[in-house]
């Protein structure tokens, strides 16, 4: 028989705490709908192409009177700069939370449900109310708790609403996991079965991009499956190093670990044809100007990461 091991995680949220949450979340809740809003224009068509245009749908059935579905949120969405509302149950919630130490926020899921299509000249009204808080979780993020809001939408005579979509939002809001040692060099790019040709060559020294072995077409940043042909079949070829900056910027703030700032940073033209970004080599070629000749120098970090740089070219 093994033996147990007994794993004890101390939480941060007391059981007097866990009590308020649940009478604060209880007293929102017995509210029932608290935040009420109706569009600012109804339903037309001009927001309807608007939008479509911002999806990349080109679709006949939206020009001629219906709105798609999925714009659901879209008509009752508070206007740039606009007052949030104060008796708004979630953000209310939310706020509490937040003062109560639960800094952290994460949309998890938002579902909806759509009853039926708007039309062109329908004026739709959302109704908004607080479903439920659950907790305490422990996740990933930190300890907290899951607020979810339902949000229905009307249209019709107030007496007698139509329910044309509803809307659950669920958000966590955690107490932040307090963070690890700062290391002295913490921003790791991530290695994968994709990338980890790239790290091995500037290790060794090579800047590698990334080749379709099947079409011959070259790539960055490196991928799965080839752009051109969609094949997966993956090699690589080792730059000269050298190319043309097509574009620049000095990054002040905000801070990043390992890096004094500010960064220049420059998007560079290799002669191989793609594109690559990285960091200027100040300290040995100066600044770099959009069209400059640069060709690859290398910084060490340390014994797992070497970093490409640009360096000007006299
Ligand atoms: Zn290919």
């Known amino acids: 028989m093994s033996e147990k091991k007994d794993v004890t995680v101390e939480s941060q949220i007391t059981p007097e ?8 979340a209880d007293e929102l809740i017995a509210q029932g709908v608290c935040s009420t809003r109706t569009a600012r224009d109804g339903v037309n068509q001009a927001t309807i192409n608007a939008w ?21 949120q879209v008509w009752t969405m508070y206007a740039l700069g606009g007052t949030k509302d104060p008796h708004d149950p979630l953000h209310a919630m939310m706020d509490w939370l937040t ?26 009204r959302l109704e908004m109310r607080l479903e439920s808080v659950v907790g305490p979780k422990a996740t990933g993020m930190g300890e907290g708790y899951f607020v979810t809001a339902l949000t229905e939408w009307f ?22 996991k307090p963070r690890k040692k700062p290391s002295k060099f913490v921003l790791y790019p991530t290695k994968n079965r994709d990338t980890e040709f790239f790290w091995e060559g500037t290790a060794a020294g090579e800047l590698r991009v ?6 011959g077409a070259l790539r960055h940043p490196p991928g799965p499956s080839c752009p051109e042909c969609h094949a997966f079949d ?34 560079v033209d290799l002669d191989e044809g793609v594109r690559m970004l990285a960091t200027v080599d100040v300290a040995n ?3 770099v100007e959009i069209g400059d000749r640069v060709e690859v120098a290398w910084r060490t970090v340390d014994e797992n990461l070497t970093l490409p740089m640009w360096r000007k070219k006299a």
Not at 52 to 72: F, H, L
Not at 106 to 120: A, I, K, M, S
Not at 210 to 215: D, L
């Open 155 to 176: 249209v019709g005579p107030e007496d007698a609403p139509e329910l044309v979509a509803t809307m659950l939002f669920r958000v966590l809001k955690f107490i932040p």
């Open 99 to 124: 003062e109560r130490g639960f800094r952290g926020v994460l949309g998890t899921n938002v579902e909806q449900t759509y009853v039926r299509r708007l039309e062109v000249g329908e004026v739709p």
């Open 285 to 287: 070629g100066g600044t």
């Open 234 to 267: 993956r090699g690589y070829v080792v730059s000269t190093g050298e190319g043309t900056v097509f574009s620049h910027v000095m990054h002040h703030h905000p801070p990043i670990p390992g890096f004094e700032m500010p960064i220049h940073t420059a998007l």
């Open 17 to 24: 705490l866990d009590a308020e949450v649940r009478a604060k």
């Open 52 to 72: 479509t245009d911002a999806m990349g749908i080109n679709d006949p059935r939206w020009t001629s009177g219906e709105a798609p579905e999925s714009m659901a």
């Open 210 to 215: 990334q080749k379709c072995n099947a079409c």
